[in-house]
């Protein structure tokens, strides 16, 4: 009997092979960009201060003078009998909080006007795991908006979150360019990656959303260098996307003054919206260092912590 299309059997093997390819080339990625996060994670690790504080913990972290009022139970007394003053063992703080990512999988993520360069749905992703991984460091626990797994800590923390990335990378055609409704318990933190080319109407609704339960948050806007500073000239051909269609400019370097402008107030209208929301934003270029960006992600959270706890 010849086998067709229409055999249940043959339709369920074809759909596994399917399976098998998508996870195939999931695997191959994920070594080489889980690589360049953690070489991402041990620069940032290199260059963070400032993070650990006195708070309730089981960690030592440094001697002070005993004042009066103090607890005589915190006094460390071999500390003190090397000296004729009294001393307190400090702890650190170590209570963890929940930190949820999102990276936008969006068409207009994969854009990338120069081979050298990753395309900013790459970079987005590299930013998200190497902040994954120096938060799962720390013990702080992490997760991704829109899966319904609880954030969580500890080791392959980042392998984990990095599979569900690549998944939802699969078919950027169908995933959308803002974040999912999603309520996050209050006083948690959200990361929103994304190159935020949305109208800000559609921002403003997300931000108000989260800001309502309390939810600090921060957006990390990523560019591509083009983008930045509009460079064509000449006659071009602009490719919409996200079926925003096409348009032939005879002179593209016309544009650039308006396009700057439009670009400088876009970024101004999601800086106040987050601003009004108690939130944050910053900019990264994907032909610019993503240590640096990390390092600013993550002494963010570190200050806001230091601010609300």
């Known amino acids: 009997m010849a086998l067709t299309g229409t055999d249940p059997n043959v339709t369920l093997q074809i759909a596994r092979d399917r399976q098998k390819a998508e996870a195939a ?74 930190v949820y990512l999102w990276c936008d999988h969006s068409p207009s993520m994969t854009y990338g006007s120069r081979r050298d360069l990753p395309t900013k749905l790459a970079r987005a992703q590299v930013l998200a795991l190497a902040l994954s991984s120096v938060l799962a460091r720390a013990g702080e626990r992490v997760g991704l908006l829109g899966h319904p797994e609880p954030p969580s800590a500890g080791r392959g923390v980042t392998e984990r979150i990095a599979e569900r990335l690549f998944v939802d990378a699969r078919d950027p055609a169908k995933a959308p360019s803002v974040p999912p409704q999603a309520d996050l318990p209050a006083h948690a933190h959200a990361l929103i990656i994304s190159d935020f080319l949305s109208p800000v109407d559609a921002w403003q609704e997300v931000i108000a959303r989260f800001a309502a339960r309390n939810v600090h948050g921060h957006l990390l806007q990523v560019l591509d260098p083009a983008e930045q500073s509009m460079p064509f000239t000449g006659r071009v051909r602009f490719l919409g996307l996200e079926r925003e269609g096409d348009v032939l400019m005879s002179r593209a370097e016309g544009i650039r003054d308006q396009y700057l402008e439009r670009l400088t107030a876009h970024q101004q209208a999601l800086r106040d919206l987050a601003r009004h929301a108690g939130w944050s934003m910053t900019v990264h270029v994907t032909d610019g260092p993503a240590a640096t960006s990390v390092l600013q992600l993550y002494q963010w959270l570190a200050a806001d912590r230091g601010m609300r706890r």
């Open 25 to 98: 080339a999931i695997a191959e990625r994920l070594p080489p960009l889980l690589l360049a996060a953690e070489r991402i994670a041990a620069t940032v690790e290199q260059g963070v201060h400032g993070r650990r504080r006195t708070g309730s913990g089981e960690v030592f972290w440094q001697y002070r003078p005993y004042y009066a009022g103090d607890e005589l139970k915190r006094l460390d007394w071999r500390a003190s009998a090397k000296t004729d003053k009294l001393y307190l063992r400090q702890l650190e703080w170590s209570a963890s909080q929940s």
